[in-house]
C-alpha cells in the first residue's frame, strides 16, 4: 500500500485505541512515524522493498523491548506492525519469522488501498460515534 493509506488507517486505528487507552502526544506521533518507516528504513539502506529483514512482523520485537525505557516507543511499534499487518494483505506479502503471509492486493492499486481504508473506517467509526 502508498503512504497515504498507511497514515489513513492508522489514523483510525489510533482513533480506535484512544478510545480504550490514554494515549500520549508522543505515542500518536511515534505512531505515525511508525506507520511509514517499514518503507524509509529500506529505502534508506538500500534493501529491496518488502526485505525479509524490515517487512517482518519480528522487526518490531526490538522497538517494543525499547519502549520498555521510552513509553513513545510502544507507538511506533504499534505503527510498524500496522504497516506490515496491511502490506500483508498484498500479494507482495510480508514476512512472519521467515514464512511469507500474502494477500489478494495489489499495493498500487488505488482501489485496494480505498478498500483498506473504508474497512479501517468501518471498524473504527462505529465505536467512535458511541
Given at each position: ?18 478510545k ?6 508522543g ?19 538500500g ?27 510502544a ?41 483498506i ?6 471498524f ?7
Amino acid at each position: 500500500m502508498r503512504w497515504p493509506v498507511h497514515l489513513c488507517c492508522t489514523v483510525l486505528l489510533l482513533a480506535l485505541l484512544a478510545k480504550a487507552l490514554e494515549l500520549s502526544v508522543g505515542f500518536i506521533a511515534f505512531a505515525l512515524l511508525g506507520s511509514i518507516l517499514p518503507d524509509a528504513v529500506e529505502r534508506w539502506i538500500g534493501l529491496r522493498h518488502r526485505s525479509e529483514a524490515v517487512h517482518n512482523f519480528a522487526s518490531a520485537l526490538p522497538i517494543f523491548l525499547l519502549s520498555l525505557a521510552f513509553e513513545p516507543l510502544a507507538g511506533l511499534a504499534v505503527g510498524w506492525l500496522h504497516h506490515i499487518a496491511i502490506d500483508s494483505t498484498t500479494t507482495s506479502g510480508c514476512y512472519v519469522l521467515s514464512a511469507r503471509v500474502r494477500g489478494p492486493l495489489k499495493s498500487n492499486n488505488p482501489w485496494h488501498g480505498a478498500l483498506i481504508s473504508l474497512l479501517h473506517a468501518v471498524f473504527a467509526l462505529p465505536a467512535l460515534i458511541t
